[in-house]
C-alpha cells in the first residue's frame, strides 16, 4: 500500500507542478490584454490631409480630413484614405501580434509577430521585414482576378446610395 501511496503523491506533485506552470504561462493575460484594449496608431497620408486612428484588432476608430483634403479630386481623396487606413490598420495589428508575443510567446512558442508580417505580405504583395534577421524576403507574388473567382478587391465595404 506504501508503494500506492508514493505514486498517488507523486502524481499529485507533477498535477501540482503542471498548475504553477499554467499559472506562470497566463499571468501575464490580464496585463496583456489591458494593452491590446489601450492599442491607438495613429497614420498620416504624406500629404498631411488625412489622418486615421486605428485600434485594437485593426478597428478604424477615427478618420479625419484637412480642407485641403476635401479640395481633392474624389478619386485621388479615396486613394490617399485607403492607403493611409491601410497604413494604420496594418500597425495596429502588428502592435497588437506584438503585445501577445511579448507576454505569451514563449510560454506557448508562439511567433506571433512573423505570422501577421507573412499574412500581410501576402495580401497586400509586399515584401516582410523579418525581426529576427532584418533581411527582406521577396513580395508574394499577387494574383490575379482571373486566379480566383472570388476576388472582391474592386468591391467596395460601402454600401452604394
Same mark, same amino acid.
Given at each position: ?70 479640395? /481633392? @479630386?474624389?478619386?485621388?481623396?479615396? &486613394? !490617399? ?10 500597425? #495596429?495589428? +502588428? =502592435? ?23 499574412? /500581410? @505580405?501576402?495580401?497586400?504583395?509586399? &515584401? !516582410? ?10 513580395? #508574394?507574388? +499577387? =494574383? ?18
Amino acid at each position: 500500500m506504501s508503494a500506492d501511496l508514493e505514486r498517488l503523491a507523486a502524481e499529485f506533485e507533477r498535477f501540482q507542478a503542471r498548475i504553477r506552470q499554467a499559472e506562470v504561462n497566463f499571468g501575464g493575460v490580464a496585463e496583456m490584454q489591458e494593452q491590446v484594449a489601450r492599442l491607438e496608431v495613429v497614420a498620416t497620408s504624406p500629404d498631411r490631409t488625412v489622418r486615421v486612428v486605428a485600434g485594437a484588432g485593426g478597428a478604424v476608430t477615427d478618420i479625419q480630413l484637412t480642407p485641403d483634403a476635401m479640395r /481633392q @479630386a474624389a478619386p485621388a481623396l479615396a &486613394a !490617399t484614405i485607403m492607403e493611409t487606413l491601410r497604413t494604420a490598420v496594418a500597425e #495596429a495589428v +502588428r =502592435r497588437q501580434a506584438s503585445i501577445v508575443d511579448e507576454s505569451v510567446g514563449a510560454a506557448f512558442g508562439l511567433n506571433t509577430i512573423n505570422q501577421v508580417g507573412q499574412a /500581410q @505580405a501576402e495580401a497586400l504583395g509586399t &515584401a !516582410t521585414e523579418e525581426s529576427s534577421s532584418h533581411h527582406r524576403q521577396p513580395s #508574394a507574388p +499577387r =494574383r490575379s482576378a482571373s486566379d480566383d473567382e472570388d476576388d472582391y478587391s474592386q468591391d467596395s465595404i460601402f454600401r452604394k446610395r
